[in-house]
Antibody
Framework: EVQLVDSGGGLVKPGGSLRLSCAAS????????MSWVRQAPGKGLEWVGH??????????DYAAPVKGRFTISRDDSKNTLFLQMNSLKTEDTAVYYC??????????WGRGTLVTVSS | SYELTQPPSVSVSPGQTASITCSGD??????ASWYQQKPGQSPVLVIY???KRPSGIPERFSGSNSGNTATLTISGTQAMDEADYYC?????????FGGGTKLTVL
């Protein structure tokens, strides 16, 4: 059974940093493209970015609002995905979901971890 | 940037057919996916590659995509289908989500 367990959320001040983790199991993590999607309170889904498998180059792509501030990385030896968030803004407040599937479609989702950016 | 537009809300009576649209420039030239999200839950993929259903998704969910519009159709809508629905497509290497449609079954 595929499981994605998001963690690391919390309260952080504007300008601060936070690192989210996603522990994966039930599939061959090293072969999977992994993504982060977020949802601000009462709002819709917003794609944050993804990291391809190393066999597909291991490269990353990001949404415009987070490019240059957020970094997605992976540790295939630990089946873990990361999202390093720097220079956080109040508008980054959201539930952050780890998700994966067949590279282009998100069949599996974590339960999400809440990030609150507030002074 | 590429935008996907959905109606904010759609209402349907139980047992009737609900149609939710998603509009984008030449969307028919891309694959569209649809996600269902109930309050307090993570999204669930219900349609991918325009019209494919993942394992476990009921046959009453179907999809189509042509021209500038993708459509999610729910036949014989049930009370349990009440949820927010989001379309999604890829623009270059960036995923885009529509703003979401709240489906009310009443």
């Amino acid at each position: 059974e595929v499981q994605l367990v998001d963690s690391g959320g919390g309260l952080v001040k504007p300008g601060g940093s936070l690192r989210l983790s996603c522990a994966a199991s039930g599939f061959t993590f090293s072969n999977a493209w992994m993504s982060w999607v977020r949802q601000a309170p009462g709002k819709g889904l917003e794609w944050v970015g993804h990291i391809k498998s190393k066999t597909d180059g291991g490269t990353t792509d990001y949404a415009a609002p987070v490019k240059g501030r957020f970094t997605i990385s992976r540790d295939d030896s630990k089946n873990t995905l990361f999202l390093q968030m720097n220079s956080l803004k109040t508008e980054d407040t959201a539930v952050y979901y780890c998700t994966t599937g067949d590279n282009w479609n998100y069949f599996y989702w974590g339960r999400g971890t809440l990030v609150t950016v507030s002074s | 940037s590429y935008e996907l537009t959905q109606p904010p809300s759609v209402s349907v009576s139980p047992g009737q057919t609900a149609s939710i649209t998603c509009s984008g420039d030449n969307l028919g030239n891309k694959y569209a996916s649809w996600y269902q999200q109930k309050p307090g839950q993570s999204p669930v993929l219900v349609i991918y590659q325009d019209n494919k259903r993942p394992s476990g998704i009921p046959e009453r969910f179907s999809g189509s995509n042509s021209g500038n519009t993708a459509t999610l159709t729910i036949s014989g809508t049930q009370a349990m289908d009440e949820a927010d629905y989001y379309c999604q497509a890829w623009d270059s290497s960036t995923a885009r989500f529509g703003g979401g449609t709240k489906l009310t079954v009443l």
